[in-house]
């Protein structure tokens, strides 16, 4: 027997071994992550592997009972076949009781960073980052078997849940090569009924979303641009395995994240999502902020497990996905150790549908909340509370040093209904409670001195009116609808309608947003920062929706007779430029929508009308699968 097939009998000898004892023994699984994970980066899963990709893919699902996502499998959903055979094999194993698991006894993982520029004499300067998507198993507790993810990292090895968060520098560019390195199989089950990415030869579509970026399309990450393990195929808007990021705009917090045809929901459930900065030391600096250890990034998520650990997802599609484990950083329900001092706190909601509205316990200490998604604001605001949209981040600082010195411990606490606004109530025991802050003791001492501040001022920019006035007033109307109940459309029209959005660039606009359902739903737009400005009762709210599932037209319809209810304002926190707006049901939200350089007041400083365009769509992810979601082209 030649080495070389004694190699590959040895790896397959030890894959069936790790596979065998993990089916059988579901509770005992976590002891064989070391060894799994050694196995499948020797088998290094590639068209160029030592072992052929399908038998890596087989493994794969071996290991965890799931069935191929090829639609043409039988295995499949089909009309005759109304509960897929793999929901049935799923069965086997029962959604985890979340009770279950002791809250507060993992430590809150500290995201590691990227640096997104090198330094040439002193100066910061472009370089270009190699970052994968890769498929590993995951610890989400102590007391959990391990869970299969798609990660992003630099190597399987590195890569985490979330990803990396990489650190630009305003007005250096960064170009990255996203690469596929992905099974020929989804982890999760999706549902074909939902327009959805399907290559031709097997493999899981992905492409790469900057959220909240300003740059050209080509490096936006379109639906239709995505790509399969070694770029083996690619959909139609495909041009490119490098984007290139300007960082152009305002410095502030964004983040990245899957962005595929009709998979969205599902890949980013698998984990491929991440936080992303920009920075500008110049303006940031005399802020005097809390930094390094104490600038701390809390990507909130929520999941559903099964008692072997994986993710639990029904293939079906359904208008929202909510989980009652609330992860931070990638651990159930975490704890984090301070000290008596002031924290900077960048918390991103990276759940697929739900809303948190977080405080922390017994009111002991406030949120000063200095930016919302990718700008600061013109004054820190303090709060009690913060209501998260998905996809939303709020920049804040919490200053331990304020409280007593009994006080030794303090949770961050959920109290938003799900669906939101008008859901169920959490539980206090599960989806209530998000992480545990552990405060050192009066007399403990930090390392380093807390010399940071809150600062008086912000940013000048934040403001509408640093802005020119809006030149063109459009109405996008959010409904669902009635001929396919579950479709949630805009305007009643679908991804692959003609555009109707043509703004021209470099121009400010008013949208006016109706919410014709009973959902709030989280707005967002690719390349253009906005902010809402109030929002105001839709009168007769039944008469109207009826007219308006009939006609589509708010003129027919006398939206100006309508639109005539109470104005609530804006939170104060909210009131920058943003990347997500909060739509609430039952009303008209004006948003101020800038597609030009909020900062610099000035144009974008590339071409943002080229092909394939941009999107705007609601970012709930199931929403957004199916299909609330538009094309959006820019003009010179």
């Not at 949770?411 to 859901?423: K, V």
Request: proline share 10%; glycine share 6%; aromatic share 10%.
């Amino acid at each position: 027997m030649s080495p070389r097939i004694q190699q590959l009998a040895a790896v397959l000898l030890a894959a069936v071994v790790v596979v065998a004892a993990a089916r059988d023994e579901p509770a005992a699984a976590k002891n064989y992550q070391t060894q799994w994970d050694t196995v499948m980066s020797i088998l290094n899963c590639k068209s160029d592997s030592l072992i052929p990709s399908y038998i890596c893919s087989v493994i794969s699902k071996s290991r965890w009972g799931w069935a191929s996502d090829d639609p043409n499998d039988d295995d499949e959903y089909t009309p005759d076949h109304p509960l897929p055979a793999p929901a049935a094999e799923r069965r086997r194993w029962p959604v985890m009781t979340s009770l279950n698991l002791t809250k507060y006894v993992d430590a809150l993982p500290r995201i590691a960073k990227i640096q997104g520029y090198g330094i040439r004499h002193g100066r910061p300067v472009p370089i270009k980052l190699t970052i994968g998507m890769y498929s590993k198993t995951w610890q989400f507790h102590r007391d959990m078997p391990p869970t299969p993810v798609f990660v992003y990292g630099q190597s399987l090895q590195t890569a985490t849940f979330p990803g990396p968060t990489i650190v630009a520098r305003q007005g250096v560019p960064l170009a990255v090569e996203w690469q596929n390195h992905l099974p020929d199989a989804h982890i999760l089950p999706w549902d074909p009924k939902v327009p959805t990415a399907i290559p031709k030869n097997g493999g899981v579509p992905t492409v790469v979303h900057l959220h909240g970026g300003a740059h050209p399309p080509e490096f936006d990450g379109h639906a239709f641009a995505w790509f399969t393990r070694d770029f083996a195929e690619n959909g139609s808007t495909w041009t490119r395995k490098t984007y290139t990021y300007p960082n152009v705009q305002a410095p502030g917090n964004l983040w990245y994240h899957d962005h595929a045809l009709g998979l969205t929901r599902v890949s980013l459930l698998a984990g491929l999502l991440a936080a992303y900065v920009i920075e500008k030391p110049e303006l940031e600096a005399p802020m005097n902020l809390p930094c390094g250890d104490h600038d701390l990034h809390l990507v909130i998520a929520d999941r559903e497990f099964y008692t072997n650990g994986s993710i639990s997802i029904d293939r079906e599609w359904k208008p929202e996905y909510f989980g009652l484990v609330i992860t931070v950083n990638g651990k159930a329900w975490p704890y984090l150790s301070v000290h008596r001092r002031r924290y900077r706190l960048r918390i991103l909601n990276a759940s697929n549908a739900r809303y948190f509205n977080v405080t922390l316990s017994n009111g002991a200490l406030p949120f000063t909340v200095i930016g919302s998604d990718s700008s600061y604001l013109s004054r820190p605001v303090t709060v009690s509370n913060l209501v998260l949209s998905p996809a939303e981040i709020f920049d804040v600082i919490v200053d331990f040093s304020r409280l007593p010195a009994a006080v030794t411990e303090i949770e961050m606490l959920n109290t938003a209904p799900y669906p939101f606004p008008n859901g169920t109530q959490t539980d206090p025991n599960l989806d209530g409670k998000v992480m545990l802050f552990k405060v050192a003791g009066k007399g403990k001492v930090d390392d380093m001195p807390d010399k940071s501040k809150v600062p008086e001022h912000g940013v000048p920019y934040a403001s509408v009116a640093a802005l020119p006035p809006p030149t063109t007033t459009r109405y996008i109307v959010l409904y669902e609808n009635q001929t396919a109940p579950g479709n949630l459309y805009i305007n009643g029209l679908r991804l692959e309608d003609p555009v109707t959005e043509t703004p021209k660039s470099g121009t400010t606009e008013l949208w006016q947003v109706i919410n014709l359902t009973q959902d709030n739903h989280p707005l967002h737009l690719h390349i253009a920062t906005f902010q809402a400005i109030k929002m105001t009762k839709i009168e007769g709210f039944q008469v109207f929706k009826d007219c308006m599932i009939k006609n589509n037209n708010t003129a027919t319809c006398n939206l100006d007779q309508h639109a005539v209810g109470p104005v609530v304002p804006v939170p104060e926190e909210e009131k920058t430029w943003k990347n997500a707006v909060k739509i609430p049901p039952e009303f008209m939200t004006s948003v101020v929508v800038a597609f030009r350089l909020v900062e610099a007041n000035q144009p974008y400083p590339f071409d943002a009308t080229t092909e394939p365009g941009f999107v705007y769509h609601c970012h709930i992810l199931d929403h957004e699968d199916n299909a609330m979601i538009r094309p959006l082209k820019l003009l010179p």
